[in-house]
């Protein structure tokens, strides 16, 4: 079993059927719009402009677990995202990450470590996990990793799947 077997719905409640990208690199992030990182959106959203084509999906997982920085309901975390940062990426439902109550999407991934050996509970909001194509967990970054940094950056291109 991969990330792409795993269940989770979208921000409207509807199945998000990872499967469908299966052969694509994905970006999952735990996002919160009340947070000092939430403007990395932006960088976010310019990751999945940049390389959507190429085969890269950015995933935004909605996460209130830390400072309840993300209260919204479905409804104001989509208004939110599209009307202060432009979003076209995919959102997931609001999950928790770490916890008796980790969502098992979030199992799978903290099982991977950081550049500095950090493996376990994800630390705050913006902890980003790249999955390659394959559905193996090939990289993960704290969440002061900005998106546009080159480490981060380096990794997407690495990951992505090989040009047609």
């Not at 999952?28 to 990395?40: E, I, Y």
Request: charged share 20%.
């Amino acid at each position: 079993m991969t990330v792409f077997d795993i269940p989770i719905n979208t921000l409207a409640g509807d199945p998000a059927d990872l499967a469908r990208y299966r052969g694509r690199a994905l970006l999952v992030v735990n996002v919160a719009s009340r947070c000092g990182l939430t403007p990395q959106y932006a960088g976010l959203q310019a990751l999945h402009d940049e390389y959507a084509d190429r085969g890269l999906v950015v995933l935004g997982v909605p996460c209130n677990q830390f400072a309840g920085q993300e209260p919204g309901t479905a409804a104001e975390i989509n208004d939110f995202c599209q009307v202060n940062y432009g979003v076209t990426f995919p959102l997931t439902e609001k999950v928790e990450v770490n916890g008796p109550g980790r969502h098992p999407l979030y199992a799978t991934l903290v099982e991977t470590g950081d550049a500095e050996g950090h493996t376990g509970d994800v630390r705050w909001n913006f902890e980003k996990f790249l999955v390659a194509p394959d559905g193996s967990v090939a990289a993960r970054f704290a969440p002061t990793v900005e998106p546009g940094s080159v480490d981060l950056r380096a990794a997407i291109e690495k990951a992505l799947p090989p040009a047609a």
